[in-house]
C-alpha cells in the first residue's frame, strides 16, 4: 500500500519505518524468529522495492540501510530491527531484574531455556558478532548500549569496503567538502522514488554506459 502511494521517495521510506516494521517488532523476543527467516523478510522487501522502481536491481544493497545524511536511502532494515530489540530487551532483563520481581521471574525462565530460543544468549551472541566486525577482542567491554549504535554502522562499513560500489563514498572521503550540503537531497527528500534510485544507481556506477 505504501509503495503505491504518491508520496515522494523519503515519505515512503519513512513510512515504511513507521507503519510496516512496527508491526514485526512488537513480536521480537515474543515469537521464535529465525535469523533466515528474518533476512527473507528483508529479501521480500528489497523485491517489492525493485518492482515499484524504488531500487535498481544492480544498486548497493547496504546503501539501502545507512542513514540518508550519510548517503543512503534510510531504509530500516528489519535485521538490525531484531537485533536491536533483542538487544534492548536482555539489557532490561539484566539492568532491572532486581527492582522487579516479575522480571527477575522471567529471567529465571530465560536462563532454563535452550540456548536457540534464549534472549539473553541471543543477546550476546549479537554482540559478540558486531565486535569481531568493529575489530574488538573483548565482546563485553563495549556494554550494550554502544553495540546498538553500531548496529546502523555494520551497512554503512560493509558499503565502503565494496570494490564496485565503494567508489563514490570512498572519493567523498578524500574530498574536502561538505558531506550534509553533498547529501541534501537526500535528506530533503523531494524527488520521486523512481528518479532517486537511478541517480543513487548511477552514483554506486551500477547502470550500463558505453563508457
Known amino acids: 500500500m505504501i509503495l503505491k502511494s504518491e ?9 515504511i519505518g513507521a507503519l510496516a516494521v512496527p508491526v514485526l517488532r512488537y513480536s521480537f523476543g515474543i515469537i521464535n524468529w ?3 527467516e528474518i533476512k527473507q523478510i528483508d529479501r521480500k522487501t528489497r523485491k517489492m522495492l525493485t518492482m515499484y522502481k524504488m531500487h535498481c536491481p544492480k544498486a548497493d544493497i547496504d546503501r539501502l540501510y545507512v542513514k540518508r545524511k550519510e548517503g543512503g536511502r534510510g531504509l530500516v532494515q528489519v535485521e538490525a530491527a531484531y537485533k536491536a530489540e533483542i538487544i534492548n530487551i536482555a539489557e532490561y532483563l539484566n539492568t532491572k531484574y532486581k527492582e522487579d520481581q516479575f522480571v527477575n521471574i522471567v529471567k529465571v525462565h530465560e536462563s532454563t531455556q535452550p540456548n536457540m530460543n534464549s534472549i539473553l544468549e541471543s ?16 565482546a563485553k567491554q563495549d556494554g550494550m548500549q554502544h553495540t546498538k549504535g553500531r548496529l546502523g554502522e555494520v551497512s554503512k562499513k560493509k558499503w565502503k569496503n565494496k570494490v564496485m560500489h565503494r567508489q563514490y563514498i570512498r572519493n567523498m572521503d578524500r574530498q574536502l567538502i561538505s558531506e550534509e550540503d553533498t547529501f541534501l ?18 552514483q554506486d556506477q551500477a547502470l550500463n554506459t558505453k563508457y
Request: net charge negative.
Open 185 to 202: 537531497w537526500l535528506s530533503k527528500g523531494d524527488l520521486k522514488a523512481k528518479t532517486e534510485s537511478e541517480i543513487v544507481a548511477a
Open 34 to 36: 529465525r535469523i533466515e
Open 123 to 138: 543477546a550476546a551472541n549479537i554482540i559478540e558478532e558486531l565486535n569481531q566486525l568493529n575489530g574488538m577482542n573483548d
Open 7 to 15: 508520496l515522494n521517495a523519503r515519505n515512503k521510506i519513512t513510512a
